[in-house]
């Protein structure tokens, strides 16, 4: 339920279309439903801007699929990340209108079209060819969310110059997310180039003393680039929902 | 200079009112100008939609003052962070009008007034008595660059209540800055109560296994309320440079 | 060996009832029986008021039922913990009353039934679906010590209404379990709302700068709600048997 | 304002005794009182079993005596801990009657006699000379809000002989605060001994790798005694806030 | 110096015309032969008072296979220190009369029966049933060296009571050395009841904040008991080398 | 294209001899190519004096033989480091002259032959066995990249005999590469030996308080011979990289 | 057992109806004395081999003095380590007869003289400037418990020559005690020369990533030169005390 | 070696008994100077291509003094590093021609002039003000070691055109020495523009989780720029001796 349809519920209420014990039948899993091993929040779309997305990590196929029958009961589109390629599987057996995306580790199902509803293009841009799969996380979490979302890859900053011709994309985005492993130094160029707010996301490839993302971390963390903010070490889903809420009019 | 001021300029070439040479001379100190131990960027306004600010930490009195006189020179507003009391009293000799905020380790010098022109509220929230200092940094910053900005303090997890009494107000920012230092656990519950950007700033305030901010910091990527960023540890300046990206118009 | 019974024992040395000989063959195994890989402690329940518990990892399947053989040989009840579904299934094979429970990696064979002679409810609340096997292990646990124990589950503090729906419930135990993993910011709300002994199980779920559970136990240890104590990362067991000292009459 | 007074209000206003608007000026500072700094409070005892303790680290002399000054207009008893010398000194000049416990670096000031209603005694057991700071932390505390409370000191495990001896007093304890420094290995010891609650609290004593407190506090986490609970570093406070909730009747 | 030179040393040795001290001191520092993946010492024992051992790990079984048969030629005995399971079977295929103990993943080929010439016995006390195989270890080289070695097994400090009663073969010991995972809390106590070396090894056994070991060598390092001596986790060998030395005469 | 071949485009152009048009489709993928997956640089090497390099890792054998392909349609000589044998043996089916080195996790294809164009000779000083890898990795990049290079192995430093053996070998070098697990001391008695550059390489050799490589980084970068520089854990390419520009001409 | 008992005691020896042996028995774990702060232990010697030894840091001049004054009633020698020299000066007042060594931090009192009766010599070797305060230490500590004890200082591993030129003195050493910063490799070199224990003592000297003394540390933890064992951070008094368990008779 | 057979051995050199080479030969690893504290090592340049240099943290005025009286008698130059002023002005009044650098924390000391014979520039990098002391470190030690030196200071990379302002002075240089604090991004970039060594040096300029430098160095460490090699924290001194030895002749 996202706020139009909340207010026409309680305007129909009000002009006595809809009878206070209907109404309250539509009202009644809030705050949430339980089905088993989860509460679901079908109203954090009202509250926080954004519906409900399934962590795939730690959840067996079946209490995720659990999950999504309840969202999709009510009429929600589903969002599960993190999904490695078994459970998937398994998923896309029940639900067979669902999409993996196998680099990304995602499962969409869209029951109604994304309405696109924000101010500019978020964009997604990565370091290395290794940074794909986090970036492709962002990618799709934006777009599931109604935005606009482009991407320009493998622009690292020892090639400073691959960065530089990209400038003029770089300017107009609204919103950009930047994505690199290593020593995470991507989102501080960038930061310096654009008057705009960058999101910078560390990604776990690397070795050695890169320590599965420590390093990019601590790198972005310490930017002299000032308006540069941060999200967890390959969550590029976090940093697709904080570019949301900033891209939304 | 600022864009509206290079419009004018480069519109003043092109209409022969004013001479290249003159141009040039206006122009002369791009991209940087050499003050001897610094190379102070006059356009970064331009490039990245904020003046340069003069990080204080690690500089000497002596070296802040000549970065100060090149920028007053070219009409710059000017905002130190990271000022301590004493190299503070030894610039606001050297410049009478400047304004010094001692809790916050802040200096301004206003030449110019503020234009405030941003869309809504940066909400400054934090959780402790201690966590003042940090909130204070954020607020200046907020304010000199252009934007109306609130506070909300003392307002910790451990007593929800309240929090929870002040929901309307946060409901009403359009972009937050959560400060909290121990667990740092405040912008979760903040990010699970409001739809808009949450900036979350760690601060080294606790003791033991706090880790001088660390156990906040690691609490802040591990959010589990999707769209919260993050930024270094007691870096109010840093969120407050976000949240003006954010909150412009 | 429990306390009563050693008081009908030594009542009945005092007696005449029982010769010495033959108390002390009763008594031969203290301090404790050698079973060729362990020492096994017969009398930690008088001691420390609970029985030996076998930790299962590390340990193979042969040497767990060796220690099993000698506690159910004098009469007591088994908890394993930290046990994969492989070496449960063999140890069943032999010991076939046992009970397996593989979400939590429990297996418990209770030979005389578990008596109730605590005050009142330990209440265990988990934050996410995937901190429900920790969850697990500290219910089974407290159980098993002669708990009574009940479960609130999927109540993270981003979606801080699903737990305050819950209030009365946590008021009314007599001792909390608080599990979460990520920021491990659940205890300290709680904390906030009772008035009852609360002890935190941060859990290894999340990813990137979770660092397998480091995140959650700084936040826990940093807790802003006095009064929280904490355990080791994942170890649902442990949170039971303290809470089951703090239960017990 | 505890739950007795609540309760003699509220049926004062029941029977007509109290008019509303009196009863509401009462409860006037219901949830908290702003002091400009800080949010006081006062209701914290009615929601959490004890009054606000003011925590003196990162606070001026001056925003603690604010709030000291709200509480006592209120007539609770005040606790101020992680005091240093130089504000004690400016503190105790403004309240003559408060105490000022150097070693503990505590203060309290009691208007009202502290009641004893809890079930048995909390012993603090130590383990070097240095780490008996922390240990007095705990014991004010302790008494401070109501308790019984004994001391056992310099009882480390190199000298096991020490401990063994002192076993009746360990064995009568309701409670245990059990403080080391260096390994940390004394709760482990004593939680062996004991069939009561301990709860460990590693002190930053010790030198190299000690690193601040973290070889205690992991020693104290991995304890091999199952039912030993831990708090922050040097957090004598915080142990004795969980062993009061937990020896209250 | 190669073999040519050997020879003729050696016959002038057997002549009487190279004292044995001469040619001993000759000799010392005889090089080493290459065989290809290594520079195989063989006069370690020479020098160091111990023959060169093979760290099996990280190598193949063929490189293996290649340094005994360097050794053997010589008529050395052989000890193969962290070999898994698949390397020694293909080892003692090529290796008959080598022995391959599984737990300690170790393997001895003894040409020469080991000459027992040193003054006591070193006792290995081990903390839990996980503790054995890196208990093992140290034994097997122990033994291998020519020393006389005991073992004590779950002695934990959690129950006291079984190690105070093996106190009088902890005190017969020439050295010992104590192997514990978790708190790391066994040497400690050790080293406080006896008057002689305490070699301490610390194991990856533990979960969570263990830390795979951490927990227990900083427990270690800063063991209140002067005079205990620590080694890497997991490192029996290397306690047992160090042993070795002490207990030679 | 390297500068040889530029500088004869360009006086081509100059002269005449080719017309612009022919020039820029020449000179099309500058500054880079892109295949899809990555933006190919095939002017690194005019631009940072060695060819573009593959990093194998965290890429696909599909996407690796893209950038490959795009690298032999320019005729370049192609490396491709930390690449498995599964990947390898699909990639080595589609480029049939391609050569892999399994030890050294690398693959090469020359279609043209090096030169050898450097001062001198880049040795390769290696302490254990287990450290062989990384070695070969350097070895086969720097000989890739046009330099003489050899190789000493199994010269720890406690052995020191085995090192000061080949004096004559290491002062005879242009740059060292030293390449170290465990104490990582290698660097530091090398650079103590001669009046060269040394670079030190840390290996991921080790077990317990190794950290995966810390310890030997650690040492390296705390190095006592003055002139030792760093690189990355297991970073033989890295390495071989430095040592090629500082013996190039 | 207090005075009396104890004088009834040694009457009975004194006279005959006593043996010694069961005198012996009867003191051996004779408790402590409490003197305030502390439980000082007059039988350690007997149970451990050496006196107790006062730890400085974290207690006061006073605390120092009460515990001084126990020992010498009992006629026992008094060595205090990690003594600032405020407190040493203080002390050295109330006791004219103790010496103070200010670059060791250490303050003796010797009222009775301290016998040798070990098998050899205990040689500490330093690489350092820097590293000297902690070798005094554990000469200073040597030399009070009874033992022989020589020093060669400054040679590092970076100028190998100048530890070779001792290698006579080195092999002549019954235990060696190793004293470095930084890289902390000359524990492995030594330990490769001789055949006798070696342990390694890691100080805080460095800067930057030698992190207080860890880098040394991990580097002396993962020594190549088996048989070396390692005490905490600075902890020259705790190597001695190791050392003096080796050489004693 | 002593004086007496050095006078010899120089006597036969001048008398042409013994010639140069051989003579050259005899003195390599002539052993050192005892001072008392410290080996001084005369021999250090002909070794290592420079002299010895004293690192003045952890020594004390006099000490200094003494080193530099025994190098200064054999006609040395002296170069002292991390010297503060105290000590500074200490040895200044007993060596008038001494030359204190005080941003640097170095004193230099030339009684010959330093002979330039290497073959181009070093160029040090610097990215912030902040960043200058060890910056001037490097430059003056690479001064003193015989070397051309220049200087770009403030060029950090988030406002790239400033660096690439400076490109030709970049790629002029034979080998560059990069600087940088904060998330140490600098030599990724200047890596990816120069076919020269690059050496970074990480500074502990920085907060919060900039953790004293160790953001910073794991960022150049894991440079994605090929060919950049990294020093310790703060650790100018060491890039300029490895810069020495590359662009030695």
Do not use: W
């Given at each position: 339920m996202n706020p139009d349809q909340l207010k026409i519920l309680l305007q129909a209420v009000k002009g006595g279309d809809t009878p206070v014990d209907e109404?309250?039948?539509?009202?009644?899993?809030?705050p949430s439903q339980d089905v088993g091993c989860a509460q679901v929040d079908h109203?954090?779309?009202?509250?926080?801007?954004?519906?409900?997305?399934?962590?795939?990590?730690?959840k067996t196929a079946l209490?995720?699929?659990?999950?999504?029958?309840?969202?999709?009961?009510?009429g929600s589109n589903v969002l599960v990340t993190r999904l490695d390629s078994v459970k998937a599987g398994e998923i896309c057996i029940q639900f067979p209108t669902a999409v993996?995306?196998?680099?990304?580790?995602?499962?969409?199902?869209?029951?109604?079209?994304?309405?696109?509803?924000?101010?500019?293009t978020i964009l997604v841009v990565s370091a290395g060819t290794s940074d794909l799969p986090v970036a492709a996380e962002a990618l799709i979490t934006a777009r599931f969310l109604g935005n606009r979302a482009d991407h320009i890859?493998?622009?690292?900053?020892?090639g400073i110059h691959r960065l530089l011709a990209r400038r003029e994309q770089l300017c107009?985005?609204?919103?950009?997310?930047?994505?690199?492993?290593?020593?995470?130094?991507?989102?501080?160029?960038?930061?310096?180039l654009v008057d705009k707010p960058v999101i910078a996301v560390p990604t776990s490839i690397g070795y050695g003393a890169a320590f599965g993302g420590i390093?990019?971390?601590?790198?972005m963390l310490n930017s002299c680039a000032a308006g540069v903010t941060v999200v967890n070490i390959d969550n590029g889903f976090g940093a697709a929902c904080a570019a949301n809420l900033i891209n939304r009019m």
């Open positions: 109404a309250l039948e539509q009202l009644r899993h809030f109203h954090r779309e009202l509250r926080q801007g954004m519906p409900e997305v399934i962590f795939g990590e730690g209490q995720i699929a659990q999950i999504m029958r309840a969202m999709t009961d009510k993996h995306y196998e680099e990304a580790r995602c499962l969409t199902l869209e029951q109604k079209s994304v309405e696109q509803n924000c101010r500019g890859y493998d622009v690292g900053v020892a107009a985005a609204s919103v950009l997310i930047v994505v690199a492993g290593m020593e995470g130094a991507l989102p501080s160029v960038v930061g310096g390093a990019a971390l601590l790198g």
